[in-house]
């Protein structure tokens, strides 16, 4: 019963991959789940098929991600069954980590909200295999390589991923690296990452203002003064961007 519930949580709705081209083949779809063993063994093909749909487009993967074959781009000559591949193995361990989670710990709640939220594949995966925030990226990259990687690697994460629900593009994420560099006194560095968020978010008065004071910080008070002007162009009603502008040059 619970097994079944979590199918349905991460069973995919619509088309299944059953063509008459693959049925003819005669091994696509099988015939026969000779391997399962989290889900029921009288589980539906259909239905387990489904799923696995499911699993493509929450980890933004194929099926040989998870699964060995002969020739990858025919679904016939996939072996199915092996459980040669760890990701496979991995996802059989994610797939007892989310029932217990539904099962065991949300249920545990004082009260659930209505209709009860439960978490899925996507919950954390949104689309990528290994789900981390794009902060945590982006410091990875300029640990092992500095700022041209670290601009690097967002550039091409966002040129990728930009408008799914892989990673926050928001003014945020760019920000927040760099604040961290400049609280290691790393301030051109810092400076970079600042000024690299205003290029992509020319419209966000807090991304011109997050530059304008990491250009403060740096001492470079002529470039600190036209990204605070920036700031209050894009809103005039910053408050903090204003207030800086009034100590850096009082009176005016
Ligand atoms: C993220 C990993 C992952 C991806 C991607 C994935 N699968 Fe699976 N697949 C699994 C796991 C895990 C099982 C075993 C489930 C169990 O033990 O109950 C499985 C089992 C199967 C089985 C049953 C094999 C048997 O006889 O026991 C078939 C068929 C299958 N997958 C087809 C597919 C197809 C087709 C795709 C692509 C649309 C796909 N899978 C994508 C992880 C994956
Ligand atoms: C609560 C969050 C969460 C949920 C829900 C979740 N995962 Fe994961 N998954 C992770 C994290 C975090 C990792 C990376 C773990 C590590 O290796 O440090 C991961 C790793 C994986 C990996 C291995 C990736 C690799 O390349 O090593 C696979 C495959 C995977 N998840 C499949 C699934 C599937 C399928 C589901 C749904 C049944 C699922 N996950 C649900 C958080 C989650």
Do not use: W
Request: proline share 5%; aromatic share 8%.
């Amino acid at each position: 019963m619970r097994r079944l519930a979590l199918i349905l949580l991460v069973g995919a709705a619509g088309a299944s991959l059953t063509s008459p081209a693959a049925a003819q083949a005669g091994t696509f779809p099988p015939t026969k789940l000779t391997n399962l063993k989290f889900f029921p063994k009288d589980m539906p093909v259909r239905a387990l098929l489904d799923t696995m749909r499911g699993f493509t487009r929450a980890l933004g993967v194929r099926c040989a991600y998870c699964h060995v074959a002969r020739d990858t781009s025919d679904l016939a000559a996939y072996d199915f069954a092996s459980d040669d591949k760890a990701t496979k193995r991995k996802a059989r361990v994610m797939l007892a980590m989310a029932a217990d989670i539904n099962h065991k710990y949300l249920t545990r709640l004082p009260e659930r909200v209505t209709p009860a939220a439960g978490v899925t594949c996507i919950t954390c995966h949104r689309g990528v295999s290994v789900p981390r925030p794009i902060e945590q990226i982006v410091e990875a990259a300029y640990a092992a390589g500095g700022a041209d990687s670290a601009e690097a690697t967002y550039r091409a994460l966002r040129q990728r991923y930009y408008g799914r629900s892989a990673y926050d593009f928001g003014e945020t994420p760019l920000a927040e690296v760099a604040g961290d560099l400049r609280a290691q006194g790393k301030m051109a560095d810092a400076v970079r990452l600042y000024v690299l968020n205003t290029t992509f978010l020319p419209t966000s008065a807090f991304a011109h203002r997050q530059a304008a004071a990491g250009y403060l910080a740096a001492g470079d008070t002529a470039q600190a003064i036209s990204y605070f002007e920036k700031a209050l162009t894009i809103d005039p009603n910053d408050r903090q961007a204003r207030q800086a502008l009034q100590r850096i040059r009082p009176g005016q």
